[in-house]
């Protein structure tokens, strides 16, 4: 079974699930093969379900959680923060709120 973070919730993926499209949010994507359980943390991305019981994750980053330095999460957290209330442009704004998101999302799969 794998669980992936779509954009419109938690979605539980087993064999014999309906082809399906799901754009992907950051979060956790867990892989579950028995009594094993391999989490990641994606950026974004989208899953192909097909109705062979195959699943293909397009991820633009994937990391295993368990390499994710939880000091470097806050220290870029902090840093996009203050980007984000002295940003001037447009351009800046959008930026620094990328990096408070995505930086939000590593804190939150890091502290469950």
Not at 39 to 66: Q, R, T
Not at 87 to 94: G, V
């Amino acid at each position: 079974m794998v669980i992936i973070p779509a954009t419109t919730g938690q979605m539980g993926v087993l064999p014999g699930h309906v082809a399906s499209i799901a754009e992907l949010k950051p979060g956790v994507l867990s892989v579950h093969e028995g009594n094993d359980v391999t989490k990641y943390f994606i950026s974004s991305g989208f899953a192909f379900i097909h109705g062979n019981s195959y699943a293909d994750i397009i991820a633009v980053e994937a990391v295993p959680l368990d390499r994710i330095d939880a000091g470097l999460v806050q220290k870029g957290l902090a840093e996009f923060t203050q980007k984000l209330s002295s940003a001037s442009t447009d351009l800046e704004k959008a930026e620094a709120q990328i990096g408070v998101d995505a930086h939000s999302a590593l804190n939150s799969a890091l502290t469950g």
